[in-house]
């Protein structure tokens, strides 16, 4: 099982540039889970999905960001425009559902200039 | 409200030394707990989990954790720790059978392992 595959692993973009961020989940997982970790904030959930489907995405912090799921094997965050304060380390996660274990990916770390 | 605190910010510890992480949860069904760990530039790796039954649940690396229903806690234990240790670990909680299947994680516990 390869687990769960994040794209880029490191971003540095300057401000005001779109940024987008991928995912791919474990296969046969039917959850799937964005996170941003920062040392101010912690780990902080922004959306997630059941089915491909969003949930919740109260932790989304403004409409600058914005989550798709087009298909059970690949999900997007993007970012537009991004803004220095944005930078940080995101992570996308996947479960079976039903039982609640997530297993994250490596994460992208995210820098604005 | 559902919440999850770990209250050690920072621990450090003496290598080959025991060590316990505390957790304690707020939660008004039956949870699902859960210690990820997290090594600098890396993932959130699940170390052990706990569901059902015993309430002394073994895990990956020699850790092993206890559910303590009537003190709303989950303590991580290790009896001997190796310098490869030293990481962040975080303790969440899950809802048995509920709607979400969201997690709430705690906001860690830096562990520091001196030679």
């Known amino acids: 099982d390869a687990g769960v595959i994040q794209s880029p692993r490191h971003e540095v973009t300057e401000m005001g540039q779109e940024v987008t961020l991928r995912c791919k989940p474990i296969?046969?997982?039917?959850?799937l889970f964005w996170y941003r970790q920062t040392m101010m904030r912690g780990l902080e959930l922004l959306i997630y999905f059941n089915n491909n489907v969003p949930i919740d995405d109260s932790g989304m912090p403004e409409d600058r960001f914005s989550a798709k799921m087009p298909n059970a094997s690949f999900s997007t965050l993007k970012i537009q425009p991004s803004e220095p304060r944005d930078s940080a380390v995101y992570f996308c996660?996947?479960?079976?559902?039903?039982?609640?274990?997530?297993?994250f990916g490596p994460g992208t770390r995210l820098t604005v200039l | 409200a559902q919440s999850v605190t770990q209250p050690d910010i920072h621990i450090t510890v003496s290598e080959g030394a025991s060590l316990e992480l505390r957790c304690n949860y707020s939660?008004?069904?039956?949870?699902?707990l859960f210690w990820y760990v997290q090594s600098p530039g890396q993932g959130l790796q699940l170390l052990l989990k706990y569901f059902s039954g015993d309430t002394l649940v073994q895990g990956i690396k020699g850790f092993e954790a206890e559910f303590k229903r009537s003190q709303s806690s989950f303590n991580l234990r290790k009896p001997s720790v190796h310098w490869s240790d030293a990481a962040e670990y975080f303790c969440a909680v899950g809802a048995k059978g509920g709607a979400t299947n969201k997690l709430i994680f705690g906001t860690g516990t830096l562990l520091a392992v001196q030679p």
């Open positions: 996660a996947s479960s079976p559902g039903t039982i609640n274990e997530q297993f």
């Open positions: 296969s046969g997982h039917n959850s």
């Open positions: 939660y008004g069904a039956t949870p699902y």
